[in-house]
């Protein structure tokens, strides 16, 4: 049975990502509206921190699922993970019919942190015939990793474990052109590209497979550049700037190899090449670009988008907070969400400090400190080698990599300035249960938006931690959790406590809704306008949401006509989605409240009062001239139920949890799983937030 439910789920994540492909375009990005807020519905550390994250991001009721039974512990079963976290996740997703559009997976506080997978490991000396170092490979994984990962969990397939297994993560340019695809079709992509000094219809047979594999792969920008080599070589100029013009659209920048190309001698003064040239060149790198993260994109193992199939899929993730054992208070995780959201679009000045000491913690990634501080450089950013462990009496840290077993950054002077991100390369800075090491944690304590550490010890492996170029990909405008999985090339021992969702330096696309206004009452057909005045980065199209479930994806439009004959009355939320037209894909939503009234049904829902005291209940009323029933919900959860047409209830302050939130009244019939909604009502619920950690 259990092998049956996880075939049916591996389908599932295949399924989800192939209906998002087959609309006309897949939006990366990060909103709101792609990240599933999973909270410990019984425990009060988790609420708290779930009701300020929402209130904070505006997460629509649809993402957040309460879910029951979290293990207490700090360690869980692979099996016990699968089966009560990461499954139910995924099952409720697809219920809620708002898989397509979910990239972000995120947990809010109180679960375990790490994951035994002595299974997977065991699996895995299976394949390297009992040969494996354990020690690289140790059988504890981290919350976060298992889930960016679910769809080899799912499948039993322990490749995960291995050092390059992330091929979201950005390599270097000089591995980009070998290896876009894995098994059969790798073998025919080799075998192409090296027909390349070939004639006559060995050659002419290697192209026609190049010119096929642009067309069914788009995005593998691999592909369109040996593609140009072949049309070079046969003098088709024209043909060869275009296929070149696909790399760069996908993601291919390498001027310098450009340049050298010995195939592209006859390219070098076209004036299209010239032109493509200057545009594209703008930063020397020797790294893959950046690029927007979206579930439904298939990552080759060069970190090109494959899209349909030949590729792996991933869900970002991330923890909120960790309050259990040594970790922070739920104040400090809702200071440090707080001062993160307040980061976003604001472009800050600051320095990205790197310590550079003869400890092998700084040794092991020492190469990249240069290469990462020249195209920071170049992109108006400073970064600076710091020869101790900790930037002394700095006030404008804005990124932070060390090395350090135990380190006081308080005590060290130094700030950090809001949307930084801190990492500390060390053996257990992601292991809560023990007082060994000190805690990523302490980080975001004192301010940063974002931190890392590994849950066991992983040696001084760099493949294992953030790259530098995290903080290039963070300054180019990704989301701090996209910035993070394109840094690690093996992160399955890694856990990230952040805000996933903090863009310190995105651009985003302008959008409002200009009509109808807000808590307009609408029947029939109405329009709905929208303006994109005052943007300044393009718009590559439009996502539109209609109670937390996609209903359009498509190019830019002015307006929609939305029909709701057909659609339930009372209260609905229309979501507009801008996405950009660059390889960051930044999002910028406007969102549209309103009432439906075609025939007259109403539900309508009072608080006696909307401030209240923890324990004290809330006493609600609801009446409806629809159905025999009233449910009463915050966000997805039912938090009490009227049995008739008009009543009062009281709803548990310790459900809810301390902070501000939503309730809404929903009522149904018998048989149905619509109905008709309330408008949403504010409450706050005071209460102790606790200044210290909560010893489980």
Request: aromatic share 8%; glycine share 8%.
């Amino acid at each position: 049975m259990e092998n049956q439910i996880r075939k049916l789920f591996a389908l599932v994540l295949l399924a989800v990502s192939l209906s998002a492909l087959a609309i006309p375009s897949a939006f990366a990005g990060g909103g709101p509206e792609n990240l599933f807020l999973v909270v410990n519905s019984e425990s009060r550390s988790s609420k708290v921190i779930a009701n300020h994250y929402i209130a904070l991001r505006n997460i629509p009721p649809s993402n957040v699922m309460y879910l029951s039974g979290v293990s207490k512990r700090e360690i869980i079963k692979l099996a016990d993970f699968r089966k009560h976290i990461l499954e139910p996740i995924l099952s409720e997703m697809v219920a809620r019919r708002i898989s397509e559009n979910i990239d972000y997976i995120v947990y809010s506080s109180d679960f375990p942190t790490r994951v035994n997978i002595q299974k997977h490991q065991d699996l895995l000396k299976e394949t390297f015939g009992g040969k494996l170092q354990s020690r690289v490979y140790q059988p504890i994984a981290s919350i976060t990793s298992m889930t960016y990962f679910a769809a080899h969990v799912l499948a039993d397939d322990p490749n995960y474990m291995a050092l390059n297994s992330n091929h979201y993560y950005r390599g270097p340019y000089r591995a980009g052109l070998n290896k876009p695809f894995e098994g059969e079709l790798q073998e025919e992509y080799r075998l192409a590209v090296a027909a390349l000094g070939k004639t006559g219809e060995e050659f002419a047979s290697a192209r026609r497979k190049l010119f096929d594999l642009s067309k069914k792969y788009p995005g593998q920008a691999a592909v369109h550049y040996q593609l140009a080599k072949f049309r070079a070589k046969d003098g088709e100029t024209d043909l060869a700037v275009q296929a070149l013009k696909h790399a760069a659209a996908m993601g291919w920048q390498n001027v310098a190899q450009m340049k050298r190309e010995r195939s592209f001698s006859t390219l070098q003064e076209d004036p299209n090449f010239k032109k493509l040239i200057n545009r594209i060149g703008k930063i020397d790198s020797p790294f893959i670009p950046p690029h927007g993260f979206r579930n439904a994109y298939a990552w080759g193992p060069n970190g090109m988008i494959n899209r349909t199939g030949d590729g792996r899929r991933y869900f970002l993730s991330a923890i909120l907070s960790v309050t259990r054992d040594h970790g922070i208070s739920d104040r400090a995780s809702i200071e440090y969400l707080s001062r993160a959201v307040s980061a976003d679009d604001t472009h800050p000045k600051g320095t990205i400090y790197i310590a550079q000491t003869g400890d092998v913690r700084s040794t092991v990634r020492q190469g990249n400190f240069n290469p990462t501080i020249k195209v920071l450089k170049q992109m108006g950013q400073t970064a600076r080698i710091e020869k101790a462990r900790l930037p002394n009496r700095r006030d404008d840290v804005l990124g932070l990599i060390t090395g350090n077993e135990y380190f006081d950054f308080e005590k060290s002077g130094s700030k950090f300035v809001p949307g930084a991100f801190a990492d500390n390369l060390t053996s257990v800075g992601g292991f809560f249960k023990t007082k060994g090491q000190t805690k990523l944690t302490e980080f975001l304590r004192l301010g940063a938006a974002g931190a890392s550490g590994t849950v066991v010890e992983p040696l001084a492996i760099q493949a294992k931690f953030p790259h530098p170029m995290l903080h290039a990909h963070y300054v180019a405008g990704c989301s701090l959790a996209e910035a993070f999985y394109q840094s690690v090339a093996g992160p399955y021992q890694i856990i990230l406590v952040a805000d996933p969702l903090c863009q310190p330096f995105v651009k985003r696309p302008k959008i409002a809704i200009t009509s109808p206004e807000p808590m307009a009452e609408v029947s029939g057909q109405v329009k709905i306008e929208f303006s994109r005045e005052g943007s300044e980065v393009a718009a590559a199209g439009v996502e539109i949401f209609f109670d937390g479930v996609m209903i359009h994806r498509g190019s830019n439009l002015k307006y929609i006509n939305l029909d709701t004959s057909d659609m339930k009355d009372g209260f609905h939320e229309l979501r507009i989605v801008s996405v950009a037209r660059n390889s960051i894909e930044a999002r910028c939503s406007a969102v549209l409240p309103m009432v439906i009234n075609n025939k007259g049904l109403f539900t309508k829902l009072s608080i006696e009062e909307t401030t209240c005291e923890f324990p004290m209940p809330v006493k609600v009323s609801a009446e409806t001239n629809f159905g025999d029933r009233i449910i009463i919900l915050q966000n997805s959860k039912t938090v009490g139920v009227i049995t008739s047409e008009k009543g009062s209830i009281e709803v548990s302050t310790g459900a809810l949890g301390v902070g501000d939130t939503k309730l809404q009244a929903v009522s149904l019939r018998e048989g149905e799983t619509t109905g008709v909604a309330s408008v949403p009502i504010p409450i706050t619920v005071k209460g102790t937030v606790s200044s210290i950690v909560e010893k489980k």
